[in-house]
Each structure stands twice: as structure tokens, then as C-alpha cells.
Nanobody
Framework: QVQLVESGGGLVQPGGSLRLSCAASGFTFSSYSMSWYRQAPGKERELVATISSSGGSIYYADSVKGRFSISRDNAKNTVYLQMNSLKPEDTAVYYC?????????WGQGTQVTVSS
């Protein structure tokens, strides 16, 4: 079955950086777009970034554009989210997602807390 396992979250000071990873299994990773979402306390889950199967097409939410970078390694079945210049409002649980006509799967999430 599809499995997504996020890692790399933690506590970081404003202006700091973190790199999230999502290891995927149970499907042909190189055939699917991958996305990162986040959910802050009391707020709806929101799309942060999406990368196409080849990595040639990328989307960023306006709130993270210029600070976050999504990438993937199809040989390692892993998608990354490099987060720079972090702000307190980036505090959230970050989720990895893969969706198709036949499935829509989420990881367990990794907590990112930006605080001094």
C-alpha cells in the first residue's frame, strides 16, 4: 500500500532553516506529482508546494514563494522541502501528499515550530 513518511521537522528560531523529507513507497514514485501541505492550529490544511513527476513543473503558495524550495529524487523515492527564512507564521504540521484518480494518500506529518 501507499506509504509516506515525513521527517526533518523541529524547533527553529525565526530566520532559520529546515529541510523536510518525505520517503515514499507502495507506488511508482517517478510517475506522480508530489505535494507538501501544512496545517496550523485552528486553521485549514493548505497547499504549500507541488512538484511534477519529472520535477520540471513546480508550484508554490504565495506565502512561501522565494523562501521555500521543493525538490525530488526519483532514484530515492523521496521529496524534499527546503525552508529558509522561516517565520513564526510558518509554524504548522507539514504533510506530504500524493494524489491520483485512484488514491489520495497522506503521511503522518512532521511538526515545524518557529519561535524564539
Amino acid at each position: 500500500q501507499v506509504q509516506l513518511v515525513e521527517s526533518g521537522g523541529g524547533l527553529v528560531q525565526p530566520g532559520g532553516s529546515l529541510r523536510l523529507s518525505c520517503a515514499a513507497s507502495g507506488f511508482t514514485f517517478s510517475s506522480y506529482s508530489m505535494s507538501w501541505y501544512r496545517q496550523a492550529p485552528g486553521k485549514e490544511r493548505e497547499l504549500v508546494a507541488t512538484i511534477s513527476s519529472s520535477g520540471g513543473s513546480i508550484y508554490y503558495a504565495d506565502s512561501v514563494k522565494g523562501r521555500f524550495s521543493i525538490s525530488r529524487d526519483n532514484a530515492k523515492n523521496t521529496v524534499y522541502l527546503q525552508m529558509n527564512s522561516l517565520k513564526p507564521e510558518d509554524t504548522a504540521v507539514y504533510y506530504c501528499n500524493v494524489a491520483s484518480f485512484s488514491f489520495n494518500s497522506w503521511g503522518q506529518g512532521t511538526q515545524v515550530t518557529v519561535s524564539s
